[in-house]
Structures are given as structure tokens and as C-alpha cells.
T-cell receptor, first 111, second 115 residues
Framework: AQSVTQLDSHVSVSEGTPVLLRCNYS??????LFWYVQHPNKGLQLLLK??????LVKGINGFEAEFKKSETSFHLTKPSAHMSDAAEYFC?????????FGTGTRLQVFP | GAVVSQHPSWVICKSGTSVKIECRSL??????MFWYRQFPKQSLMLMAT?????????EQGVEKDKFLINHASLTLSTLTVTSAHPEDSSFYIC???????????FGPGTRLLVL
């Protein structure tokens, strides 16, 4: 069965510093992986999606994630955090037609 | 593109009443719509999957008689919480996909408080 584990429930960074949100997955076959962001009182927004093409996936707002099969990881990064990046981030794996969500990582950005 | 709306955005009701939540795909036809529940500071848990014109498929542990789902068209799905109780208070989120392309587009959610 597919699952994802988000290793940090909270991450705090200063504005302008790099962001790293960690995610490990478990899948019996080549998975489709996603990162979604949830801002307060707003719907989840797709940041990026991996579907067995390029292992480095570029998303919106300067985010990117690298699929590493040997490490079963799909960490989300951004070179320079912005105050508007503060939100809840979910790593998600697709199980045929269903999405399996990780427990989420709350990103705080300090000025 | 790929905008999903939900109505209402929040609702407060008395215990024992029923509440209907609408989910609409505004600029695309959703082959499949999904209903999730999110408790405070927790992840999204899939409740059910519905395809237009057919019965919804409920996840294990979700009472189908309590959470009635109707997917009458490719742009509208409704979730009715029947005889709501305080433990049903939660954040309900819907999503739709296009042409089974795995990517789901999410609504802004409906916050339900049952007194």
C-alpha cells in the first residue's frame, strides 16, 4: 500500500533563507507524487507533480522537488523563503484514483 | 482554470439537523469528485469518491447513511450530513479531477460546527 511520511510537523525559517520540507514515500510501484499547499481559509493548491518523467520537478512560486528512488524521498525545496510562503504543506501519493495525504508540515517564515 | 467552489463556506447548526454542502467545478467538468474531512491540525482523510450519475464509493469507517453524497452532474456534487452531532464538526473539503488525470482541484472547504 502507498503511504507518505512527512518528517517534520513544523519548519521555521527566516525570510530569504532556503526551505526544505521532507517527505518519504512507500509504494509498491512507481508512484505519482504531489506537493500541495494550504493557506488559511483557502483551498489546497497544487505546487508540483511527479509522474515518472524528470526526477527534478519544478513547480509554482519557485518551489521544486526531487524524486530519489534510492532514498524513497520527494523533498520540497525553495532557495529563498518569502513571507507569503507561510502555510501548511502536504506531500501526497496517488493510489490509482485516490490521493493519500501526509500529515502536513506547517511552514513559518520570520522576517 | 480548474476552479472548484464550495457553499456554504461555514455553517453552524443544531444537533439533529441535516446540513447540505455543495461542491461545484466552475470551469471544467469533473469526471470524479471526492469528499474529504480534515480535523484541526490534521491531514485530509478521504471520505468518499463519486462519479457522475452513479453511487458514491465510501471509505472504510464512513457511514454512507449519515454522509449522503449526490453527484447529479459533471459540475455539481453535494454532501449531506444527516442528523448531525457535535462529533461531525469538522472541515469538509471537496475536489474534482478532469479526465482521470490524477491531479485533483480542491475547493476552499466548508467548516461545520454542530452545537
Amino acid at each position: 500500500a502507498q503511504s507518505v511520511t512527512q518528517l517534520d510537523s513544523h519548519v521555521s525559517v527566516s525570510e530569504g533563507t532556503p526551505v526544505l520540507l521532507r517527505c518519504n514515500y512507500s509504494s509498491s510501484y512507481s508512484p505519482s507524487l504531489f506537493w500541495y499547499v494550504q493557506h488559511p481559509n483557502k483551498g489546497l493548491q497544487l505546487l508540483l507533480k511527479y509522474t515518472s518523467a524528470a526526477t527534478l520537478v519544478k513547480g509554482i512560486n519557485g518551489f521544486e522537488a526531487e524524486f530519489k528512488k534510492s532514498e524513497t524521498s520527494f523533498h520540497l525545496t525553495k532557495p529563498s523563503a518569502h513571507m507569503s510562503d507561510a502555510a501548511e504543506y502536504f506531500c501526497v501519493v496517488s493510489n490509482t484514483d485516490k490521493l493519500i495525504f501526509g500529515t502536513g508540515t506547517r511552514l513559518q517564515v520570520f522576517p | 482554470g480548474a476552479v472548484v467552489s464550495q457553499h456554504p463556506s461555514w455553517v453552524i447548526c443544531k444537533s439533529g439537523t441535516s446540513v447540505k454542502i455543495e461542491c461545484r467545478s466552475l470551469d471544467f467538468q469533473a469526471t470524479t469528485m471526492f469528499w474529504y474531512r480534515q480535523f484541526p491540525k490534521q491531514s485530509l482523510m478521504l471520505m468518499a469518491t463519486s462519479n457522475e450519475g452513479s453511487k458514491a464509493t465510501y471509505e472504510q469507517g464512513v457511514e454512507k447513511d449519515k454522509f449522503l453524497i449526490n453527484h447529479a452532474s459533471l459540475t455539481l456534487s453535494t454532501l449531506t450530513v444527516t442528523s448531525a452531532h457535535p462529533e461531525d464538526s469538522s472541515f469538509y473539503i471537496c475536489s474534482g479531477d478532469r479526465d482521470r488525470k490524477e491531479t485533483q482541484y480542491f475547493g476552499p472547504g466548508t467548516r461545520l460546527l454542530v452545537l
